[in-house]
């Protein structure tokens, strides 16, 4: 079946340069997560979708980070002015509802970035 | 400041026995946990979760444990069949936001 999909699957980008990731959620979800996992660290909460409700920011390490989601499905992460702390695997989640207590979060593959 | 700790990088376990991976939180505001495994180049997929309402909770092989005096998870796997080897990453939600909070993840090797 139809998973969580990112893209592209490695980003190779010179510093200063923006990029955008792409995750498309698995269909009917409306929660959706981004994550950022920078070597030897966890998964550090980025940004949060649900609905059509406006997005939980409050994890977005600057404001060279923005996120948008269109039409309640896809989504695009953009970094402006790549700085090379900036590289790491990011990842994102989606899942049917945010705090049920049989909640599951799906996670694409992830986009591994390398700012040079 | 990291909320979850697992603060074991890596564990060794030989086939059969059981595999103990503990995970411990700072926040007494989080009140839903869980387990995710990760493979090599693949994202993390669910294992397992645990309201704060429970103390144990059992899936099969998989079993975490909730104490929350002592602010610790376990999960415990057994018995532990290679395929299990994997990074396990535990994550806690608290019941007033959004946000899931990740460990560094243990590297779990079940040898044949």
């Known amino acids: 079946g139809a998973g969580v999909s990112q893209s592209p699957s490695n980003k190779v980008t010179e510093k200063g340069k923006d990029v955008e990731l792409r995750c498309d959620p698995i269909?009917?979800?409306?929660?959706l997560y981004w994550y950022r996992q920078s070597l030897g660290q966890g998964l550090e909460f980025l940004i949060y979708?649900?609905?059509?409700?406006?997005?939980?920011k409050s994890g977005l390490p600057s404001d060279r980070f923005s996120a948008e989601r269109t039409g309640g499905s896809v989504s695009t992460l953009t970094i402006q002015r790549t700085q090379q702390e900036d590289s790491a695997v990011y990842l994102c989640a989606s899942s049917l509802a945010p705090r049920l207590a049989a909640n599951e979060q799906f996670f694409g593959p992830g986009t591994r970035l390398t700012v040079l | 400041d990291q909320q979850v700790k697992q603060n074991s990088p890596s564990l060794s376990v030989q086939e059969g026995r059981i595999s103990i991976l503990n995970c411990d939180y700072t926040n007494s505001m989080f009140d839903y946990f869980l387990w995710y495994k990760k493979y090599p180049a693949e994202g993390p997929t669910f294992l397992i979760s645990i309201s704060s309402i429970k103390d144990k909770n059992e899936d099969g092989r998989f079993t975490v444990f909730l104490n929350k005096s002592a602010k610790h998870l376990s999960l415990h796997i057994v018995p532990s069949q290679p395929g299990d080897s994997a990074v396990y990453f535990c994550a806690a939600n608290p019941n007033t936001g959004n946000q899931f909070y990740f460990g560094t993840g243990t590297s779990l090797t079940v040898i044949p």
């Open positions: 979708f649900q609905g059509n409700s406006a997005p939980d």
């Open positions: 269909s009917g979800h409306t929660a």
